[in-house]
Antibody, heavy 122, light 108 residues
């Protein structure tokens, strides 16, 4: 059974860097069959893809966040992380990590973490 | 960026009724690369449908998806109490992948 679990601080000050980790169990981040993503959901709003990373370490970030985002795989190979710099209140959201299918179904998020609320406030 | 518009915003129905949810794209995208997710309060989204009409593992057959081009539909044939939730569509045929704003299915 694949499980993903987000962890990190729930409160970040404006202008600082938001750092989250996703721990994966029941699967390997090194698998060629999947990508690993971060998606966020501002309070009361819909879902927004932040970006994803492949097993080779290739990354994609959405244009609106590209200058502030880094997604990387930890050396443990069971965790991947999200760093979002220069945060503002607009970055307050529940952050989800997710497993993305590759191949013909590339883009389908078939497993999600429970999500972690990150509030940006002084 | 493709914008997905879901309608209605809220659907008020009784258990046993049929629910029809719409997802319209601002432009067409590759094939039928559209997915539907269900989200209950405080929970992560759950994959229901991918490829516009393929049910994910374990999803009851009362859930069905259809459509192509720019117009897609999620149908719940007979609502069960556990189906009252928010439903999101997502297109993955054009980068960046985008989600609709959601349709809330609530108990009437």
């Amino acid at each position: 059974q694949v499980q993903l679990q987000e962890s990190g601080p729930g409160l970040v000050k404006p202008s600082q860097t938001l750092s989250l980790t996703c721990t994966v169990s029941g699967d390997s981040i090194s698998s060629r069959d999947y990508y690993w993503s971060w998606i966020r959901q501002p309070p009361g709003k819909g879902l927004e893809l932040i970006g994803y990373i492949s097993y080779t370490g290739n990354t994609y970030y959405i244009p609106s966040l590209k200058s502030r985002v880094t997604i990387s795989v930890e050396t443990s190979k069971i965790q991947f992380s999200l760093n979002l710099s220069s945060v503002t209140a607009a970055d307050t959201a529940v952050y989800f990590c997710g497993r993305v299918r590759s191949g013909y179904e590339w883009g389908v998020v078939d497993y999600w973490g429970q999500g972690i609320l990150v509030t940006v406030s002084s | 960026e493709i914008v997905l518009t879901q309608s209605p915003d809220t659907l008020s129905l009784s258990p046993g009724e049929r629910a029809t949810l719409s997802c319209r794209a601002s432009q067409s995208f590759s094939n039928t690369f559209l997915a539907w997710y269900q989200q209950k309060p405080g929970q992560a989204p759950r994959l229901l449908i991918f490829g516009a009409s393929s049910r994910a593992t374990g999803v009851p057959d009362r859930f069905s998806g259809s459509g192509s081009g720019t117009d897609f539909t999620l149908t719940i044939s007979r609502l069960e109490p556990e189906d009252f939730a928010v439903y999101y569509c997502q297109q993955y045929g054009s980068s960046p992948w985008t989600f609709g704003q959601g349709t809330k299915v609530e108990i009437k």
